[in-house]
């Protein structure tokens, strides 16, 4: 059964730091793997999608590795912003199923 | 931009009652998702529609919970008798056909169900 792993659960950074973000996942067998922001009481924006034979994506200040092989993905957030603050969501799509499976989130706190 | 609707926003209901919801997936989107994610969890898949059709049931409580999308496009979820474990948040998605190769899922703003 495919378990999703993000550490840490909550982080807290001041305005203009470059953070990364963690996310892993116990079967390397994924067709995609996409990241999300969630904002509180609200639902899910997708912020990159990586497919299993992409190492990484971009947009804007956002940047998405993954290495399927180790079980790994993560989120680089450069210049941090107050705009910023939300739980990121880390999913992975398994090979032969279009179901999500999502880890538990990472808050992240940018203080002005 | 297209989006995926949702109603309500809000349900608040007493225990025993029974309630449902609406979703409206993004026009030209064939797969349809209820998620439900409980207050700091990620969001767990309760079915899954190609189409008019059930791909996926496996974690739906079907003694309480159904699930229809009679037409292939707008999907009705709905619980009888609500309990006060099922208060969370219901979230809907939809995506493009698996033939067009791209599985990319979008969300609407969900439905917040309290029970009490």
């Known amino acids: 059964k495919q378990e999703v792993t993000q550490i840490p659960a909550a982080l807290s950074v001041p305005e203009g730091e470059n953070l990364v973000l963690n996310c892993s996942f116990t079967d390397s067998a994924i067709y995609n793997l996409q990241w999300f922001r969630q904002d509180p009481g609200k639902g899910l924006t997708s912020l990159l999608l990586i497919q299993s034979s992409q190492r990484e994506q971009t947009s804007g200040r956002l940047n998405a590795s993954l290495d399927k092989s180790s079980g790994r993905s993560t989120l680089y957030i450069a210049a941090s912003q107050p705009g910023d603050s939300a739980t990121y969501l880390c999913a992975v799509m398994q090979g032969g199923s279009e179901k999500l499976v999502f880890g538990k989130g990472t808050k992240l706190t940018v203080n002005p | 931009e297209a989006e995926v609707a949702q109603s309500p926003r809000y349900k608040i209901t007493e225990k025993s009652q029974a309630v449902a919801f609406w979703c409206d997936p993004i026009?030209?989107?064939?797969?349809l998702y209820w998620y439900r994610q409980i207050l700091g969890q990620g969001p767990e898949l309760l079915v899954q529609f190609q189409d008019e059709s059930v791909v996926d049931d496996s974690q739906l409580p079907k003694d309480r919970f159904s699930a229809e999308r009679l037409k292939g496009v707008d999907s009705t979820l709905k619980i009888q008798p609500a309990e006060l474990g099922d208060s969370a948040m219901y979230l809907c998605a939809s995506s493009l056909t698996p033939t067009s190769g791209i599985y990319e899922q979008y969300f609407g703003p969900g439905t917040r169900l309290t029970v009490t």
């Open positions: 026009s030209g989107h064939a797969t």
